[in-house]
T-cell receptor
Framework: DAGVTQSPTHLIKTRGQQVTLRCSPKSGHDTVSWYQQALGQGPQFIFQYYEEEERQRGNFPDRFSGHQFPNYSSELNVNALLLGDSALYLC????????????FGDGTRLSIL | DQQVKQNSPSLSVQEGRISILNCDYTNSMFDYFLWYKKYPAEGPTFLISISSIKDKNEDGRFTVFLNKSAKHLSLHIVPSQPGDSAVYFCAASAGTSGTYKYIFGTGTRLKVLA
């Protein structure tokens, strides 16, 4: 039973570029959330997708956008990259509804030069 | 505004002894709390959770205690093992079913000494 998978593992970009990160949720899960974890900090919520719609959003600018596909997989897009966007980007999945924990992937390490 | 705080950046405990990790929160709307463990180069792994209707939840060596009046929760690990050495994050959420977003603390690095 595959858990949450993310790709790529590592990515290096330069300022001003655009990036797309990908996530496949754990089998049986239909809800995907994205988090940004800066060095020495806890993960910060970016947004959550369910039924291909953004359901909730954290305090991130519009440069951060996402998408969910009919197979529940998701993408995180970041435009006009800034040095401060360097972080570990984590995807988490769960089933919609009820009290249950989210399961995280191993993340994508994004470095901006 | 840090709504979830872990005031101890690090903790060292002898193997076999109890590890106690603490977490404080400020938002009284939080009704679901979780602990995650994170090893380097891996994503956070779910350990244990507790809803606000309970004050204690146990799972093997792990017990989470919730004190709603003090807005405080703690994770007890007994007995501690070297493999428990990792960064531990507490997280909290509030809201209607399904639309939970987790607010994380900054983590406590636990080192269990053999």
């Amino acid at each position: 039973d595959a858990g949450v998978t993310q790709s790529p593992t590592h990515l290096i970009k330069t300022r001003g570029q655009q990036v797309t990160l990908r996530c496949s949720p754990k089998s049986g899960h239909d809800t995907v959330s994205w988090y940004q974890q800066a060095l020495g900090q806890g993960p910060q919520f970016i947004f959550q997708y369910y039924e291909e719609e953004e359901r909730q959003r954290g305090n991130f600018p519009d440069r951060f956008s996402g998408h969910q596909f009919p197979n529940y997989s998701s993408e995180l897009n970041v435009n006009a990259l800034l040095l401060g966007d360097s972080a570990l980007y984590l995807c988490a999945s769960r089933s919609w509804g009820g009290l249950q924990p989210q399961h995280f992937g191993d993340g994508t390490r994004l470095s901006i030069l | 505004d840090q709504q979830v705080k872990q005031n101890s950046p690090s903790l060292s405990v002898q193997e076999g002894r109890i590890s106690i990790l603490n977490c404080d929160y400020t938002n009284s709307m939080f009704d679901y709390f979780l602990w995650y463990k994170k090893y380097p180069a891996e994503g956070p792994t779910f350990l244990i959770s507790i809803s606000s209707i309970k004050d204690k939840n146990e799972d093997g060596r792990f017990t989470v205690f919730l004190n709603k009046s003090a807005k405080h929760l703690s994770l007890h690990i007994v007995p501690s093992q070297p493999g428990d050495s990792a960064v531990y994050f507490c997280a909290a959420s509030a809201g209607t079913s399904g639309t939970y977003k987790y607010i994380f603390g900054t983590g406590t690095r636990l080192k269990v000494l053999a």
